[in-house]
């Protein structure tokens, strides 16, 4: 029962303080790849020490996205998200202070974790406090303006950071954001009555399923380093499979399932993250491998790198924040999803043409124009198919499931690229190539790799989908 609810107003500054703490976390995944040079220098990293910095935040992040939607269902939505704002900052203090190699990893795996908490459950409050199908898409958009560009903001703002102060700062720059973000956020978010935990009270599902997930994540971020082919990878992956099996099956005999098995009979659900799984495992692997590109061949520093990738977000923000709402609501979530992908394909076919002297003017803005029109039309069509199937009592569950699907997409598409990219290129040096041509031609293969990614989420979107009208009459369980 609805018991009251903010007025408009009110909503609409919720979302930016939701979005606020959103884009902190968003920004944290890619800020912190410009500054690794300067924490390897100051820390003392090994070359496999200083993967860690990544990979702790990730599996940790991965690994609790899942189970953190469905803790926010039920013990209430703002109550994860203001514990998960609060280990996120206390751990990016934690970040900065670090005095040693093992400080920083453990200190980003407490990161991960507070941010896997929090934005687990942001989709499904935004989809709850704006249950209406035009603000719905609206706010949507918003929300997908900042999941989505928060990366190309991330590469700038880590340059500026790391060349104008230091490292730490990428660090620091969290605490009065978070602070800010967690005081608003106590004013101005609305509660939710919460399921309770008797409802979803599976600990042997809950230690399955966070296993499964944080093994298949590390599974795949070593991969890179072992080989798909390797035995510990196929070790590795078979137990988590597993794992996942098990999860599956006590799923369908538990009395009070975490993850009731009837979310996946949506067709749309189930679709929508099929897609954002191929479609950010293809958009990943190119955003790195082109940073790479522009790294190591074109010779941009890392402040250039960030200023190159800013298109992207302008034209995210420019389609997903004013325009894709009247769009979806025109021509259909499903339509738009479409061309979008349509967009992103594009942009990836001009990134495999991209030469040894290439110029920023000639090869790359005609490759990341179209990327970040794909993204800003698609993010906010996907995400409203995603949550069309989602209850009012499993709007966290059907957001965690999102943000999982979209950690594994991006690591598995990572690892998968960097490892055939640099194969290539070593295949070639060792043949006789010149060392920029032979990166060139490993990074073409890559972002060939991309465009097919990309090509079977637009085929799953086109085959698979179905266009969905968002309920009128939906009311969100609100409390003051």
């Known amino acids: ?41 100051d820390l003392k990293f090994g070359q496999a020490g200083l993967a860690w910095v990544v990979n702790a935040y990730l599996i940790a992040y991965g690994g609790l996205l899942l189970l953190a939607g469905r803790l926010g269902d039920l013990i209430g939505h703002k109550k ?9 900052t ?10 040693s190699a093992e400080m920083l990893i453990v200190s980003r795996f407490v990161q991960g974790a507070g941010g896997a908490l929090a934005t687990s459950v942001t989709l499904g409050m935004v989809v709850t406090m704006f249950p209406k199908p035009d603000e719905q898409r609206r706010a949507i958009g918003v929300f997908s303006f900042v999941a989505a560009a928060g990366a190309s903001i991330g590469l700038l703002l880590g340059g500026v950071l790391t060349d104008a102060m230091s490292w730490h700062w990428i660090f620091f720059v969290n605490i009065p954001i978070g602070i800010v973000a967690a005081v608003a956020a106590v004013r101005l978010v609305p509660s939710s009555v919460g399921l309770g935990l008797r409802e979803g009270a599976d600990v042997l599902g809950a230690l399955l399923i966070v296993a499964a997930v944080m093994l298949g994540v590390y599974t795949i971020v070593k991969a890179e380093h072992y080989g ?21 099956l006590r799923q369908r005999t538990a009395a009070k399932p975490l993850l009731p098995l009837r979310v996946f009979r949506s067709r749309n659900v189930t679709g929508a993250n099929l897609v954002q799984i191929s479609m950010v495992a293809g958009m ?21 790198i960030g200023l190159a990738f800013m298109p992207v977000a302008g034209a995210i923000a420019v389609f997903s924040v004013s325009l894709s709402a009247r769009l979806n609501s025109r021509f259909g979530e499903r339509n738009m ?8 394909l594009v942009g990836m076919v001009v990134f495999t043409q991209v030469p040894v002297d290439g110029s920023y003017v000639a090869h790359i803005l005609p490759a990341v124009a179209p990327l970040g029109i794909g993204l800003g039309l698609s993010f906010p069509a996907l995400m409203t198919l995603a949550m069309s199937g989602a209850s009012q009592d499993e709007a966290g569950l059907a957001s965690g499931l999102v943000n999982t699907t979209a950690q594994v997409g991006g690591a598995l598409g990572l690892a998968v690229l960097a490892t055939t990219s640099t194969s290539y290129t070593s295949s070639l040096v060792a043949s006789g190539v010149g060392r920029l041509e032979a990166l060139t031609s490993g990074f ?27 309920a009128a009459d939906a009311q969100p369980v609100l409390v003051h």
Request: net charge negative; aromatic share 10%.
């Open 1 to 41: 029962m609805t018991s009251g609810g903010p007025k408009t107003d009110s909503r609409w500054l919720a979302l930016i303080v939701l979005c606020a703490g959103m884009l902190m976390i968003v920004l944290d995944q890619t800020i912190v790849n410009v500054a690794l040079p300067a924490i390897e220098e």
């Open 80 to 88: 994860v998200f203001l514990i998960g704002l609060g280990v996120f």
């Open 90 to 99: 206390v751990a990016s203090l934690l970040c900065g202070v670090s005095f």
């Open 228 to 248: 798909f082919g390797s035995s510990q990878t196929l070790g590795l992956g078979s137990v988590a499979v597993a794992l996942l099996v098990g999860f599956v």
């Open 284 to 304: 990943f692997g190119l955003f790195f491998l082109g940073t790479l590109y522009m790294q190591l061949v074109l010779a941009y520093s890392p402040l250039e």
């Open 337 to 344: 999803l479409i061309v979008g992908l349509l967009f992103m």
């Open 444 to 470: 073409h293969l890559a972002f060939w790799i991309s465009a097919g990614l990309v090509a079977v989420a637009l085929g799953l979107a086109v085959f698979v989908l179905r266009q969905v009208s968002v």
